[in-house]
């Protein structure tokens, strides 16, 4: 990770600090299995720009961050490319009630998080904005048809033949609470 994208708390300036990144994919792999998330197959890296200003104990981070991630269509399996454009908003504090037993959590607590040590980690952020950006359950296109259940032939590219198996008859009651198709 390049130096230059790791910030003392500290060390931010009164008029704050600006940075552009362009993070390789290698880089930002590394960054994304050293936070616990599963191997991402970057097209290309994390790019973008951020700004970091600090008043008092509180540290404000906003920026844009784009890149292309490879996924695999969960209806079809097809890999495909996602291009991510994320604008973030980050508050952190410093200063937080570190005190064990319960608290009392208000609306304006959920808007912010406290800063892990006491540097601010722009490529860290800039991998985290886009993994969290990318959907649960990524999908080609919108009207993809899948896989067949029964022979597994990939419905977008050949009709398939199979009957629709039956339903397990345990389930029969609930069909009656799903409206008709027909309507």
Request: glycine letters at 8%; aromatic letters at 4%; proline letters at 8%.
């Amino acid at each position: 990770m390049a130096p230059e994208l790791v910030i003392a708390v500290d060390r931010i300036p009164s008029e704050g600090w600006s940075a552009s990144f362009d993070l390789r994919s290698e880089q930002a792999d590394a960054i994304a299995r050293d936070r616990g998330w599963p191997r991402v197959d970057w097209v290309s890296g994390p790019e973008g720009n951020t700004r970091v200003l600090r008043s008092g104990g509180d540290v404000f981070v906003t920026g844009e961050v784009r890149a292309v991630v490879r996924c695999t269509c969960v209806r079809c399996l097809e890999g495909h490319e996602r291009a991510v454009t994320e604008a973030f908003h980050l508050t952190y504090v410093t200063d937080i009630d570190a005190t064990p037993g319960e608290h009392e959590l208000r609306p304006e607590d959920m808007e912010v998080e406290a800063l892990p040590g006491d540097t601010v980690d722009v490529a860290g952020i800039a991998v985290e904005q886009v993994l969290l950006a990318l959907p649960d359950h990524p999908v080609c296109h919108p009207d993809c048809r899948g896989l067949c259940p029964v022979c597994g032939t990939d419905r977008n590219r050949a009709p398939c033949d199979c009957r629709a198996q039956t339903p397990d008859p345990r389930l029969a009651a609930l069909a009656r609470w799903m409206p008709s198709r027909a309507s």
